[in-house]
């Protein structure tokens, strides 16, 4: 097991069905996050690494030092114009315009994500493996563009790997009772596959034990 910690300025991750609000999740899911550790050690399939865990908690602090009001990231409301259809179209974009489009945006999102790969089930260097090798010695793996958390405008500000979680954290813990439900695995050509987890974010913060209780762990699985 390894302990990550992450820091992103601020990041939408849109929830599923939203329209022409572009509604965000209140946090990063375990699929966003997952798509992240794939993106940061050069992974392009998804499958690859099926099988291993992961658990989160959120920072009960902003990057000041000051304790937030509540557990979860304050939201921010953009609004901006958008095409209809692509730029050089003149005749169409002519009749049909512009229209507003609104985005909410998580601000000042950190975390901590331990990754467990003692259930991959692919042979091979696991998970864990790869993200230390990609933390300790870049220079050796292969990708491009930069480290984002869910779209290309969200990049990770800062990634490193914790000996001993210290201060306030929130830990999102899986429940049936959940108020917060949370795709763990997303289908991008459909909704079909997708699937979801519902999840409670705990109000009181603690210093997270290490290695996580079991209650606290989300399998990122594939369906079959």
């Avoid at 991959?120 to 793996?141: D, F, H, S």
């Avoid at 009772?177 to 763990?184: A, M, Q, R």
């Avoid at 596959?193 to 974010?201: A, D, G, I, K, M």
Wanted: glycine share 6%; proline share 8%.
């Amino acid at each position: 097991m390894l302990t990550l910690h992450v820091e992103v300025p601020y990041g939408s991750f849109r929830k599923s069905y939203a329209r022409s609000l572009a509604e965000t999740y209140p946090l990063p899911s375990p699929a966003t996050v997952y798509g992240m550790l794939l993106s940061l050690v050069g992974e392009g399939f998804r499958r690859r690494h099926a099988g291993v865990r992961l658990a989160l908690a959120f920072s009960g602090r902003y990057s000041d030092g000051s304790q937030r009001h509540s557990p979860f990231p304050r939201v921010a409301q953009t609004l901006r114009k958008l095409s209809r259809y692509k730029y050089g179209v003149a005749s169409k974009q002519s009749e049909q315009g512009n229209t507003l489009d609104y985005i909410e945006t998580l601000c000042d999102i950190a975390f901590l994500c331990w990754v467990d790969s003692t259930q991959e089930t692919n042979p091979g260097p696991t998970l864990e493996m790869r993200l230390r090798e990609a933390l300790e010695t870049p220079e050796r793996i292969t990708r491009y563009g930069v480290l984002s958390l869910g779209l290309s405008d969200d990049a990770v500000n800062d990634i490193c790997l914790v000996q001993e979680p210290t201060g306030d954290w929130h830990r999102l813990k899986p429940s049936r009772e959940g108020s917060l439900e949370l795709p763990v695995w997303v289908d991008h050509v459909g909704s079909r596959h997708t699937r979801w987890q519902r999840y409670e974010l705990e109000r009181e913060p603690v210093t997270p034990t290490e290695p996580p209780l079991e209650a606290y762990w989300t399998v990122i699985r594939p369906p079959t």
